[in-house]
């Protein structure tokens, strides 16, 4: 008579059981938050007022979120932003700091890759908060 091999520790039965349970996806809209959010945490960059037909509704400033479009391809995200940068502030490094920071909350809180952050900068806006420069 033989022994009945002992059972499976539970980290080995999760293992083998993993593929049968399924996937988890992210959808395009959470990665759309989690990058807007990204975007409002680095300094000088602001969100742009909605527009309508190319009437601008509002005002850009820190309280408006960037507008953010996100492609989940599989594992691997693109992502399209459009911002304002404070007046006075370097826009290629704002931009340069956008990505980084895009990329790095992304790739922490989903796991996905990110292979492209592309930014359109659409307007200065000056301190105050009054008045802003459109970009051409």
Same mark, same amino acid.
């Given at each position: 008579m033989t022994a009945a091999a002992p059972p499976l520790p539970a980290v080995a039965r999760d293992r083998e059981g993993a593929a049968e349970r399924g996937r988890t996806r992210i959808a395009? =809209? $959470? $990665?759309?938050?989690?990058?807007?959010r990204a975007v409002a945490e680095v300094d000088n960059a602001t969100g742009v007022a909605r527009q309508v037909l190319g009437v601008r509704l509002g005002s850009a400033g820190p309280d408006r979120a960037a507008r953010v479009d996100a492609e989940v391809d599989g594992g691997v995200v693109t $992502? =399209?932003?459009?911002?304002?940068v404070r007046w006075s502030a370097s826009v290629r490094t704002v931009t340069r700091q956008v990505r980084a920071h895009v990329t790095d909350r992304v790739q922490s809180l989903t796991g996905l890759r990110v292979e492209q952050v592309d930014i359109d900068v659409t307007r200065l806006v000056a301190d105050s908060g009054d008045e802003d420069r459109r970009v051409s």
């Open positions: 395009d =809209r $959470v $990665v759309e938050k989690i990058a807007a $992502v =399209r932003t459009s911002m304002a």
